[in-house]
């Protein structure tokens, strides 16, 4: 007789297993290379790990005589330490990838991969592919004390406050988990990477009332098992920041977008619950900072000094120099004291032509307005910047224009809206303002949105103005990463945000 299943709200515990047949698990355990399933396992059978993932070892009836196939493909081992021994020698031979997974699934752990080990899986990959998810960056802001007596009050956050949460994992888990819907079962993850100042948490969520196998082998309503129409999101938590980093929600099987989003909007909703305490409430705001480089995000939302001096501000952001924007004599570019030097040690100044000195004047400019950021191999670099122009198109009257032309953006009729105009609408109903009520009347906004894309966007602004394509000179602050900020609406040549700038 089946053991019986009952609804309830504990988590899904890691010794679940997954059937080896499934699709994911073999994509998943595809996308690692050869070196890394193989030091994959060797963690899997670590004595530290093993009670969550634990092998397929051989079988023996009571009189010692072996319950396996003999003709199997791979034979099982009869220890623990002789399956070590065996990833060990395959580690000091060639050999082909899939070889190790099929070893994987259909002889060493023929029984599934438990939840625990397909977590390991994920995070592997994440190490070898660090710029796989797409993160956004949150702020975590104290909450303002409420009236007393005042029960409706909604509370705003206090931006004078340097107050910041106490994370502790378990009791963090124990409060996000009081958060999640009874119908909903989750897994959770910790991991330390290797290459980052951050701790990673993976939320694995699955639409069933059970954690039992029956979690994962049961069907949903759309005929699909539960395990095909999970969703998996990341959250990450950097070294001593009041911040925290989301990634989209993924969907290996049938889940759709707006699973996805409910999900993320249930985890932005869940996480300031969850590092509250009586008398110390907190919020996240949006920083409106999306990269796939954790390094960007660590330079701009992070622990180090880049997060209010980006741009030509960096300068002061090396702790080698220990330079401060209070000090009396302002540091001199490095490029133009090389330059300084040159022409001071020659015994004679040769006449410089108009096109070398413009080359010159353009480094010099790029120099004081980016400093030490927007450089190629800086490994900081965002790929996507969108910004809309809410700024009336100058010297020109709308009467040189089509009533249609003339019209405001949401008057030219219906059209689709894109995730980047919610966010960039979002940005200005945050802020307090309205681009129709603020601008003259008389003046025409065009419906103008700028769109940077490329592996480093900010180096190759400081390229083109090396180059004098873009003049320096006039070139706003946002161009050059001083913001902090991936998306935006600008306003009188400013990004909109608090007090007028992107901090």
């Known amino acids: 007789m089946s053991q ?59 009189h010692g005589h072996s319950l396996d196939d003999p003709e199997d493909l791979y034979p099982p081992c009869e220890t623990v330490e002789e399956l070590r021994e065996m990833y060990s020698q395959l580690q000091d031979h060639r050999g082909a990838k899939r070889d190790v997974v099929t070893r994987i699934l259909e002889g060493d752990w023929r029984q599934g991969l438990t939840l625990y080990q397909l977590a390991m899986i994920d995070f ?87 954690n039992t196998q029956l979690a994962l082998s049961g069907l949903n309503s759309t005929g699909t098992t539960n395990f095909n129409s999970s969703r998996t999101i990341y959250l990450a938590f950097p070294d001593s920041a009041p911040s925290l980093y989301i990634s989209k929600a993924i969907a290996p ?22 590092l509250s305490r009586p008398r110390e409430r907190y919020t996240l705001q949006v920083t409106y900072l999306t990269s796939r480089n954790l390094g960007a995000l660590l330079d701009k939302k992070g622990a180090g000094r880049g997060n209010a001096a980006g741009g030509g501000w960096s300068v002061y952001t090396d ?16 490029l133009s004291r090389r330059s300084s030097h040159a022409i001071t040690g020659s015994k004679r100044n040769l006449p410089i032509s108009k096109a070398a000195y413009q080359a010159k004047r353009a480094k010099l400019t790029a120099q004081a307005r980016f400093g030490r950021s927007g450089i190629i191999s800086d490994g900081k670099g965002v790929e996507r910047i969108d910004i809309l122009m809410q700024d009336p198109f100058p010297s020109i009257s ?39 009520a603020v601008n003259n009347p008389n003046d025409w906004v065009p419906n103008v949105r700028i769109t940077f894309q490329g592996s480093h966007v900010f180096a190759g602004i400081r390229q083109l103005v090396e180059a004098g394509i873009i003049d320096g000179a006039k070139m706003p602050g946002w161009m050059t990463g001083e913001e902090g900020i ?3 609406v600008v306003r009188d040549g400013r990004v909109w945000g608090n007090k007028g700038s992107g901090l």
Do not use: C, M
């Open 124 to 210: 592997a990959h994440l190490d070898e592919h660090p710029h796989s998810q797409k993160w956004t960056a949150y702020k975590i802001a104290p909450l303002q004390h409420p009236t007393h007596g005042n029960d409706d009050e909604v509370l705003r956050a206090d931006e004078k406050s340097l107050a910041i949460p106490r994370f502790h994992p378990s009791t963090f888990l124990q409060n996000l988990q009081n958060q999640v819907l009874p119908d909903v079962k989750a897994h959770y993850h910790f991991y330390r990477p290797r290459d980052y100042p951050v701790l990673f948490l993976r939320i694995f969520v699955l639409d069933s009332p059970y």
């Open 253 to 274: 099987g049938n889940a759709t977008a707006g699973e996805g989003r409910s999900l993320q909007s249930l985890i932005i909703k869940g996480v300031p619950q969850a």
């Open 4 to 62: 019986l299943s009952l609804p309830t709200t504990a988590r899904l515990p890691p010794s679940l297993r997954v059937d080896p047949t499934n699709i994911t698990v073999i994509k998943n355990l595809s996308r690692l290379s050869r070196e890394s399933l193989i030091a994959l396992a060797l963690d899997w059978l670590d004595d530290s790990t093993i009670a969550n993932a634990a092998p397929y070892l051989a079988q023996t009836d009571e």
């Open 319 to 334: 702790d080698k120099d220990k330079k401060s924007p209070l000090d009396t004599i302002l540091p001199t570019p490095p």
């Open 486 to 488: 991936t998306t935006g």
């Open 398 to 436: 709308p009467a040189d224009f089509d009533d249609a032309a003339s019209q405001p953006p949401d008057a030219r009729g219906p059209g689709r809206r894109t995730g980047v105009d919610a966010a960039l609408q979002e940005a200005a109903e945050d802020d307090g303002w309205d681009p129709a």
